[in-house]
């Protein structure tokens, strides 16, 4: 068949993909897995912004695309600072 290449996007961070699975043995890709692609995805503190929006305060590491489940970030999005991270259900 023909091989077709596109991307996804949605309005809410992480607003395109970061890791896309399955793996090897057909699990989902974790955030750690995800995280670990990235050299940008620290947990390091001087790394982390802190964006006020209407919603209040949301920490953010900038151009770490793995995002958590957790539900905590701009709009009921997970977040991506590695801290306590919540695994996608």
């Known amino acids: 068949g023909i091989e077709i290449y596109h991307h996804h996007v949605q309005e809410n961070p992480p607003f395109s993909y970061g890791c896309y699975g399955p793996?090897?043995?057909?699990?989902?890709?974790?955030?750690?897995?995800?995280?670990?692609?990235?050299?940008?995805?620290?947990?390091?503190?001087?790394?982390?912004?802190?964006?006020p929006t209407n919603e209040g305060d949301v920490t953010y590491?900038?151009?770490?695309?793995?995002?958590?489940?957790?539900?905590l970030g701009y709009n009921g999005t997970g977040l991506n600072t590695g801290i306590n991270i919540v695994e996608l259900a």
Not at 30 to 47: E, I
């Open 61 to 71: 590491v900038a151009w770490c695309p793995c995002y958590d489940g957790s539900g």
């Open 23 to 51: 793996n090897d043995d057909g699990t989902m890709v974790t955030v750690a897995q995800c995280r670990a692609l990235y050299d940008d995805c620290t947990t390091d503190a001087s790394d982390q912004e802190t964006i």
